[in-house]
Nanobody, 125 residues
Framework: QVQLVESGGGLVQAGGSLRLSCAASGRSFSNYAMGWFRQAPGKEREVVAT????????NYADSVKGRFTISRDNAKNTVYLQMNSLKPEDTAVYYC??????????????????WGQGTQVTVSS
């Protein structure tokens, strides 16, 4: 499995922006589809955005479309999540995840081919 480390979370006011980063270690990063997930207190983990191995196709949850952008830099083994126009309901722990040569994602913490440790995003009203 690939090792993933997120960074960039924090406290921001509603309407503000944050950029999350997820650095991957190991070989063949370009063979992994990457995704961002989030889990709010008392709620199930949900997918936020995914990106294919080449970065050519992205998908977003309806709740973040038009506000969040996922991107990747395969030369740096890093995937990003740019979050704009943040809302209090975006408050959650954000996780990045990897899938090796497949686009079949699961929200299970024991699924996929790697999870980061998570980074807290708190949006104040």
């Amino acid at each position: 499995q690939v090792q993933l480390v997120e960074s960039g979370g924090g406290l921001v006011q509603a309407g503000g922006s944050l950029r999350l980063s997820c650095a991957a270690s190991g070989r063949s990063f370009s063979n992994y589809a990457m995704g961002w997930f989030r889990q709010a207190p008392g709620k199930e983990r949900e997918v936020v955005a995914t990106i294919t191995m080449s970065g050519g196709t992205t998908n977003y949850a309806d709740s973040v479309k038009g506000r969040f952008t996922i991107s990747r830099d395969n030369a740096k083994n890093t995937v990003y999540l740019q979050m704009n126009s943040l809302k209090p309901e975006d408050t959650a722990v954000y996780y990045c995840a990897a899938r090796y040569k497949t686009l079949a994602w699961t929200t299970s913490p024991v699924g996929n081919d790697g999870w980061g440790q998570g980074t807290q995003v708190t949006v104040s009203s």
